[in-house]
């Protein structure tokens, strides 16, 4: 899965197929209908049952911050 970290909004996650949509993509969405600005962008994954934050997004230029995964459990466990 990719994910786009909002200011306002947290994480933002999507299931990728063939690359698409692309981070830039999804930001453009996102940040046109409610301003704000990224703080990372990157890659989920499942390890042994616990997500994983990782990479960085090509198409923004913005890589995963080392407080994305525990920011990401968070926001999860609040839902």
């Given at each position: 899965?990719?994910?786009?970290r909002?200011?306002?909004?947290?994480?933002?996650?999507?299931?990728?197929?063939?690359?698409?949509?692309?981070?830039?993509?999804?930001?453009?969405?996102f940040?046109?209908a409610?301003?704000?600005?990224?703080?990372?962008?990157?890659?989920?994954?499942?390890?042994g049952g616990?997500?994983?934050?990782?990479?960085?997004?090509?198409?923004?230029?913005?890589?995963?911050?080392?407080?994305?995964?525990?920011?990401?459990?968070?926001?999860?466990?609040?839902?």
């Open positions: 899965m990719k994910y786009i909002h200011d306002r909004l947290g994480f933002i996650l999507w299931h990728s197929i063939g690359g698409q949509p692309r981070h830039s993509d999804v930001a453009g969405f940040l046109t409610h301003g704000g600005q990224l703080l990372s962008a990157g890659f989920v994954m499942d390890v616990a997500l994983q934050c990782f990479g960085d997004s090509g198409s923004l230029n913005l890589a995963s911050r080392d407080d994305d995964t525990d920011a990401l459990k968070m926001q999860l466990a609040s839902i």
